[in-house]
């Protein structure tokens, strides 16, 4: 059965991302646009992030431009991001979440959540500590309305 575990991505600064390197903890997965009305929500995610970090909680942040609300280059983004609000936790380089060239992560998470496209940025996928998808979560849906889950998952084993 496959898990994020299998996938790898591209960090800002160009190493290797081993979602392997996940393994036992919870992770939130979402895709993001610096220009985006819902960007505020990196600051809410930076806040969960610091709050439940020690309790084995990690972000991903993957930038995407499929919507026309990324900044010019990576680069921009990584400091965008850390300027604006505060991120911490790791951001990819940009992907895509849909079409011929979508990235297989997306591909993987947008399967075992049993629903379709990515319709805006801003879609948050709350993955437990086996490595499978728990929930995915609109774009709409601000970050703490995640946390009881997150903190359900946590508890888990």
């Given at each position: 059965m496959a898990t994020i575990y299998d996938f790898?991505?591209?960090?800002?600064?160009?190493?290797?991302?081993?979602?392997?390197d996940y393994k036992g903890k919870v992770v939130i997965i979402v895709n993001t646009a610096s220009k985006c009305g819902l960007a505020p929500q990196?600051?809410?995610?930076?806040?969960?992030?610091?709050?439940?970090?020690?309790?084995?909680?990690?972000?991903?942040?993957?930038?995407?431009?499929?919507?026309h609300q990324e900044l010019?280059?990576?680069?921009?983004?990584?400091?965008y991001c850390k300027?604006?609000?505060?991120?911490?936790?790791?951001m990819t380089k940009r992907v895509e979440v849909n079409g011929d060239?979508?990235?297989?992560?997306?591909?993987?998470l947008k399967t075992e959540a049993g629903h379709g496209k990515i319709k805006w940025n801003f879609t948050k996928f709350l993955v437990g500590?086996?490595?499978?998808?728990?929930?995915?979560?609109?774009p709409q849906?601000?970050?703490?309305?995640?946390?009881?889950?997150?903190v359900e998952a946590l508890k888990a084993e």
């Open positions: 790898k991505e591209t960090e800002m600064d160009g190493t290797t991302l081993d979602l392997s990196l600051e809410t995610l930076e806040n969960l992030y610091e709050k439940y970090k020690k309790d084995g909680l990690e972000i991903l942040g993957l930038p995407s431009n499929q919507f010019d280059d990576d680069d921009q983004t990584n400091d300027v604006h609000y505060g991120v911490t936790f790791p060239k979508e990235d297989p992560l997306f591909t993987y500590r086996n490595g499978q998808v728990i929930k995915r979560y609109a849906t601000k970050p703490e309305k995640m946390e009881e889950a997150i």
